[in-house]
């Protein structure tokens, strides 16, 4: 039945959720920003919370929640701020290949750092262009650079996937600092999120740190990814959401030519666009979620596209909030040109939206059957 | 739960409205827009089989409680079935659907509004011996998306009203056996002095003066009427006089028209989707059949049949979600102007697109062009995407308590 109300486990989820994204997020933004890190203290109190192992599997005392569930928690969380979000520590992408092969001896030590302490931070590499993998008898050497990738500067594990030489997709894991961070020159946005690239310098990784090869790489990676767009989208609704209540608050108190700037249609209907832009992304978003959990890979051309949308919304709706506020979105006593900036770099993070339709389109047009449902 | 299935009914009633919509509607689409009507005949035989454009189609099916009967226990469902059925009914042909026999958009005010007399009066006689229409009359020369400015007047005379204005682009508004009139009983009382009167076709004074030619929708009616000293006997007064007397204070004429937006607009909003749909599906086929499988036109044509295929999406889920509240007893008036505005404006845009992709061929005997042309007054009627922006705006500023 069709229905947009969420459980009440969810809502139970979300109010925590919600409290400390206002309380403790919102207010330490800036200050994350400019260390360039997630403060110790939030990450604390979301890992105690479980808000880190949300995806993990339940085996290794994650919540292993539905990604409709997800998708609303980080909603929220990101309304706190994204930049926050983005650099907290845990298994991060890596979450959904956990998920998938808990049993895998790959992850043994992940699992059993996870007992006892903070989830290890690993950053994730969908390297495919960019890091050169070559086979040997007993594994692989890896060469090459990865683009800009987020918790690159304190990842404590790094999960390469890419293509060998031969063209077989494999994903490598390396629990050990073999690789070199390079820090880079990033202003744009999230800055909290640890930004940087990851190099390989001729490292071998033997048979035991491969997690998959072939199909199951393949099948692997797919699902992943589109359990990661769905939460990626998810992520930017939040951020949108919180630009466009921002923006309501500013406007309904700001005066200019004696009232408040709100009464000028100029300013309410792009708030007015601005709120369909949230709607319609959190509706793609939370779609594809559910489509995602109940028919998995075969539903990551709703995922794909869940991430296209928001994309599109993300940039509207935080530039539009910094349009709204004028001069001072342009400073940084407000948040809306952080959030502007956050947004543009979560996008090129996550990018190629052109790239996300035209592979959705392909689907479209390879499909034979008649599409009456929805 | 969060959840987009459809439940049992739903899915049912879909299946049986597309298939409608495919085998009856479909193959007119073009003949009627042609025409400039639906052949008479057609609508005979349609009305036999029991199809009608009505509230109790779009509020959940014949199953749907009568007035006096207890409702039952099962989640209602009712304003979620309607924007499934529009949709697809739209899908068929959007000036077919809207000539449907049934009250049409006359039915939602007597249904939230009417005494219980007048609900069985009004809306007992679109039975299958022959089709009848209901009307909804409030745009006025001069009062189009301001509904508050109406001045065709009510004036009180023993026994009813003599009803004195003229009223424009009026849906079935020729044909209608009645028509849902607002009217006001004193224009400097504003909103508060609105009435809502059903005038039944025959009465003197009550005059269907032309048709109009438009853009699209060349199919379905669209009326001019005139009332001069039109007598509305006192029984047709929607809700009775105690309605009115009832909420003193309150703008309750206007409030029959403002609440009967929120239940049309997400089946406006939904029939838009549906057009909208039509036109992604016959272009889809198309470019699968005639496009070459490879290089840069077919990477442009996938990239804008995703973007559609998402437009589309999003319209609907919000669209759903209007009349999801709806069913569960919310306010939706901010989520019915939302999905009206995005709907309108994606239908279009959708449309055109489409058009792009079968270039200078859309334009010949192509059901595309029609759809288009269609489609731009789904972005105009039940308020334009301007109003839509004002009544959301205005519900984002009420927390504030600032008035937009």
């Known amino acids: 039945m069709i229905s947009f109300r969420p459980t009440e486990e969810e809502r139970a989820f979300c109010e925590v959720a919600k409290t400390i994204a206002v ?19 939030i990450a604390k109190r979301l890992h105690e919370l479980g808000f880190l192992g949300l995806e993990l599997p339940e085996s290794w005392g994650g919540l292993e929640l539905p990604l409709i569930s997800q998708a609303q928690i980080w909603q929220v969380l990101s309304y706190g701020d994204l930049g926050i979000v983005q650099g907290l520590p845990g298994p991060g992408e890596a979450a959904s290949l956990m998920r998938q092969a808990p049993e895998h001896p790959v992850w043994r030590p992940y699992r059993d750092a996870g007992q006892t302490g903070i989830w290890p931070t690993v950053a994730f590499i969908d390297g495919e262009e960019t890091i050169e993998v070559r086979r040997s008898r007993d594994g692989y050497r890896l060469n090459g650079t990865s683009a800009p990738v987020r918790r690159a500067a304190f990842a404590d594990w790094v999960v390469a996937a890419g293509k060998d030489n031969e063209g077989e997709p494999v994903i490598v894991v390396f629990d050990e600092r073999t690789w070199e961070t390079i820090e880079g020159d990033f202003r744009l946005g999230l800055l909290a999120a640890g930004l940087g690239r990851i190099r390989f310098s001729d490292v071998f990784a033997g048979n035991d740190r491969v997690l998959a090869r072939g199909e199951e790489a393949s099948a692997l990676l797919g699902h992943a990814r ?49 709120a369909f832009e949230c709607r319609g992304a959190r509706n793609i978003a939370w779609a594809a979620a559910c489509r995602v959990d109940e028919q998995g890979r075969a539903a990551e051309g709703f995922a794909w596209r869940a991430l296209a949308r928001a994309h599109r919304s993300v940039r509207y709706v935080t530039d539009q909030a910094v349009q709204m506020l004028g001069g001072h979105g342009y400073v940084q006593e407000y948040p809306a040109e952080k959030w502007m900036r956050d947004a543009q770099a979560q996008v090129l993070l996550y990018a190629r939206e052109t790239d996300w339709f035209i592979r959705r389109g392909e689907q479209l047009l390879d499909e034979r059957k008649e599409r009456v449902a929805p | 739960m969060i ?4 439940s049992p009914q739903q899915k049912q009633i879909k299946e049986l409205v597309h298939w409608f919509a495919q085998h009856e509607v479909r193959p007119l689409a073009l003949e009627a827009d042609r025409l400039g009507r639906v052949p008479e005949e057609w609508l005979q035989k349609v009305n036999k089989m029991g199809i009608q454009l009505n509230t109790s189609s779009f509020g959940g099916g014949r199953s749907a409680p009568a007035a006096g009967q ?65 009307a909804y009359a409030l745009t006025e020369p001069e009062a189009g998306s301001d509904a508050s400015g109406i001045r065709t007047t009510a004036r009180k005379v023993d026994g009813g009203y003599v009803l004195n204005g003229q009223k424009i682009f009026i849906t079935n508004g020729a044909r209608a056996s009645w028509v849902v009139v607002f009217a006001t009983v004193d224009p400097k009382l504003g909103r508060a002095g609105h009435r809502a009167f059903v005038v039944e076709k025959g009465t003197p004074g009550f005059l269907a003066t032309r048709t109009v030619h438009k853009m699209g929708l060349r199919a379905n009616e669209t009326a001019e009427l005139v009332f001069e000293d039109c007598f509305v006997p006192a029984e047709n007064l929607l809700g009775g006089e105690e309605l009115y007397s009832a909420a003193a204070h309150q703008p309750s004429g206007f409030q029959v028209a403002m609440k009967t937006f929120d239940s049309t607009r997400p089946i406006v909003a939904a029939m838009a989707v549906g057009i909208a749909r039509a036109a992604y599906e016959y272009t889809l086929e198309i470019v699968r059949r005639d496009y070459p499988k490879q290089g840069r036109l077919y990477y442009e044509a996938a ?14 889920l919000l669209t759903w979600e209007a009349a999801w509240k709806a069913d569960i007893g919310e306010a939706n008036a901010m989520e019915a102007a939302i999905c009206k505005a995005v709907a309108g404006k994606m239908a279009l845009r959708v449309c055109a697109m489409c058009l792009e992709l079968l270039g200078p061929v859309g334009l010949d005997g192509h059901l595309v062009e029609k759809l288009y042309r269609d489609v731009k007054v789904f972005d105009i009627f039940e308020g334009t995407q301007q109003i839509q922006r004002l009544v959301t705006a205005r519900r984002l500023y009420a927390p504030y308590g600032v008035h937009v």
Do not use: H
């Open chain 2, 3 to 6: 959840s987009f299935a459809l």
């Open chain 2, 70 to 134: 207890k409702p039952d226990k099962k989640e209602r469902e009712g304003n979620r079935v309607a924007v499934i059925a529009a949709e697809e009914l739209a899908w068929g042909c959007p000036a077919i659907a809207l000539s449907l026999p049934g009250p049409g958009l006359g039915g939602p005010p007597i249904q939230s509004s009417g005494t219980p007399e007048q609900k069985q009066r009004f809306l007992s006689i679109f039975t299958k011996d022959e089709p009848r229409w209901g």
């Open chain 1, 23 to 41: 309380e403790e997020m919102r207010p330490s933004a800036r200050d994350c920003e400019q260390r360039r890190s997630v403060s110790a203290s």
């Open chain 1, 226 to 274: 589109a359990r990661q767009c769905v939460l990626e989208a998810a992520k930017e609704v939040g951020l949108m959401e919180a630009a466009l209540d921002y923006t309501i608050e500013y406007t309904a108190g700001r005066k200019a030519f004696g009232q408040e700037i709100a009464k000028f249609q100029g300013v309410s209907f792009t708030v007015a666009e601005m």
């Open chain 2, 303 to 316: 990239e804008l049949l995703a973007e559609a295929e998402q437009e589309i999406d999003a319209a609907r």
